[in-house]
Nanobody, 121 residues
Framework: QVQLVESDGGLVQAGGSLRLSCAAS????????MGWFRQVPGKQRELVAS???????NYGDSVKGRFTLSRDNAKNTVYLQMNSLKPEDTAVYYC???????????????WGQGTQVTVSS
């Protein structure tokens, strides 16, 4: 129905930068929101950033001023630019989209497989 393909994460030193991308494909009628959550083992998944089709963004408090989320609506793709990375940013990052498919009747949330980001001190 909806497939989300995330770019690879990786290992980066504290203070460094990394960019993640996520492309949505499938029987998509309309996308409302795309973005990223992250999760550390033993903790709840937390919002990193989200962006609406109109371009409105929302960021988690811990990443404000360091991360920037952008979106290419024509490609159904979002880009998460992560700067000034800290060891506490280490997590599995999950892309998501809140969308409606052609055979659907309501918006649903779809998730990617997740990609590991590790920040070394």
């Amino acid at each position: 129905q909806v497939q989300l393909v995330e770019s690879d994460g990786g290992l980066v030193q504290a203070g460094g930068s990394l960019r993640l991308s996520c492309a949505a494909s499938g029987s998509i009628f309309s996308i409302n929101t795309m973005g990223w959550f992250r999760q550390v083992p033993g903790k709840q998944r937390e919002l990193v950033a989200s962006i609406t089709s109109g371009g409105s963004t929302n960021y988690g408090d811990s990443v404000k001023g360091r991360f920037t989320l952008s979106r290419d609506n024509a490609k159904n793709t979002v880009y998460l630019q992560m700067n000034s990375l800290k060891p506490e940013d280490t997590a599995v990052y999950y892309c998501y989209t809140y969308a409606i498919i052609y055979s659907g009747t309501s918006l649903r949330t779809y998730w990617g497989q997740g990609t590991q980001v590790t920040v070394s001190s």
